[in-house]
């Protein structure tokens, strides 16, 4: 018998694919933002022609919202549990831990702990990730870095 090689198809070459860029959320609207375009639109304005005019330039779809019928000028109050700390109390956390090395490594409950805020650590967890910073695990070098190198390093 004739053993012929059948050459195996290759997979032609596709691109990794990536998340999709989010974009950031739009600000809300206060109460008079939403007057200015609801008058705006009774008086014969188009959304694209609102948006230009406007100096905080809300969305085509924010405008669209708002000029629908069924929506009040004033704003409903958000949902949602409010958070234990204060704006004041966030940023005194955002201060210390920026002041040192070791301010950085303390574990939430030692933070609970010094600062005495009267929270649990999971309230200066949700803080912290609320104001961008994560946690991740120091790994040591395992490769040995001779004198030399290192004062190069310095230098």
Same mark, same amino acid.
């Given at each position: 018998? !004739? ?10 070459? /596709?691109? *990794?694919?990536?998340?999709?860029? #989010? #974009?950031?959320?739009?600000? !809300?609207?206060?109460? !008079? ?5 609801? $008058?705006?639109?009774?008086?014969? %304005? ?21 000029? =629908? ?8 109050? /958000? ?11 966030? +940023?005194?956390? @955002? +201060? ?8 950085? #490594? ?9 600062? !005495?805020?009267? @929270?649990? &650590? ?5 803080? $912290?990730?609320? +104001?961008?910073?994560? /946690?991740? $695990?120091? *790994? +040591? =070098? $395992? #490769?040995?870095? =001779?004198? &030399?190198?290192?004062?190069?390093? %310095?230098?």
């Amino acid at each position: 018998m !004739d053993q012929s090689v059948v050459p195996v198809s290759v997979a032609p070459f /596709r691109p *990794i694919p990536h998340p999709p860029i #989010r #974009r950031p959320k739009a600000p !809300d609207l206060s109460r !008079d933002q939403r007057r200015d375009i609801r $008058l705006l639109y009774s008086i014969g %304005w188009s959304k694209t022609q609102i948006r230009r005019h406007l100096p905080y330039a809300p969305t085509i779809r924010q405008i669209q919202y708002v000029c =629908s019928d069924n929506i009040r000028a004033t704003p409903t109050k /958000r949902s949602g549990r409010p958070p234990v700390l204060t704006q004041a109390q966030i +940023e005194e956390l @955002v +201060e210390f831990i920026y002041a040192s090395s070791t301010n950085r #490594r303390m574990s939430f409950q030692k933070l609970a702990e010094v600062l !005495d805020f009267g @929270v649990k &650590k999971q309230a200066i967890r949700s803080a $912290l990730l609320r +104001e961008g910073f994560s /946690r991740r $695990l120091a *790994i +040591e =070098s $395992l #490769r040995y870095i =001779s004198a &030399k190198n290192k004062q190069l390093r %310095w230098d």
